[in-house]
């Protein structure tokens, strides 16, 4: 682990969490290798850590219309959106390789609108951008159009509450002053 400063709020040490955050925690080392920052930083209050890691969890189960690439599309065009650092890097990494492609990972990344992406997702990653930037613009009409596009109702469902997932762990990010791991640099090249 880096002695970087990944928080400007004191980060518990692992030994000082509950069994349940202490298992997450094994349970990244062994599949990443490392514990996620956001892991670190947020087990400053770890019943809320629980929460929102059980609601990430189920946000990022695939559906028929909606693969687990096309979430990671919606977390980096939302964090892209809000100049997050963090989930800018990680879900970059996250991307990469649910897509099995550095190079198209990258381009959605930092900007889908010239990555050469269907319809369908263009119009998700338009519809999340406005959510995030101009959310009182919303309407109907975006909920008909992803529908019309092949989403069904709780896919577009799924689809605004990932976008304000990830605007919620932006928001959190910037206010937290949280660092990514380097290791996600790396990750998936």
């Keep these: 682990m880096s002695d970087e400063n990944i928080s ?45 890691f059980a609601h990430y969890k189920q946000l990022h189960e695939p559906t028929e219309n909606l693969s687990a690439a096309e979430r990671e599309m919606i977390a980096v065009a939302v964090s892209m959106a809000n100049g997050c650092l963090y989930c800018l890097v990680s879900h970059g990494a996250a991307l990469r390789e649910a897509l099995g492609d550095p190079i198209q990972g990258d381009r959605i990344t930092f900007d889908y609108q010239r990555a050469g992406l269907g319809e369908k997702m263009h119009a998700v990653l338009d519809y999340v951008v406005k959510l995030t930037i101009s959310p009182r613009e919303c309407s109907p ?4 159009h992803l529908q019309r596009l092949g989403l069904t109702p709780e896919e577009v469902w799924d689809v605004i509450e990932i976008a304000a997932m990830y605007n919620f762990t932006n928001r959190m990010a910037h206010a937290t002053g949280m660092m990514p791991n380097p290791e996600y640099h790396s990750m998936a090249r």
């Design 8 to 52: 400007w709020f004191p980060v518990p040490d692992e030994d000082e969490l509950p069994d349940n955050l202490r298992g997450l925690f094994m349970k990244a080392r062994q599949r990443l290798g490392f514990v996620p920052n956001v892991f670190r930083v947020m087990s400053f209050r770890p019943e809320r850590l629980s929460a929102w």
């Design 141 to 144: 009409l975006d909920i008909e």
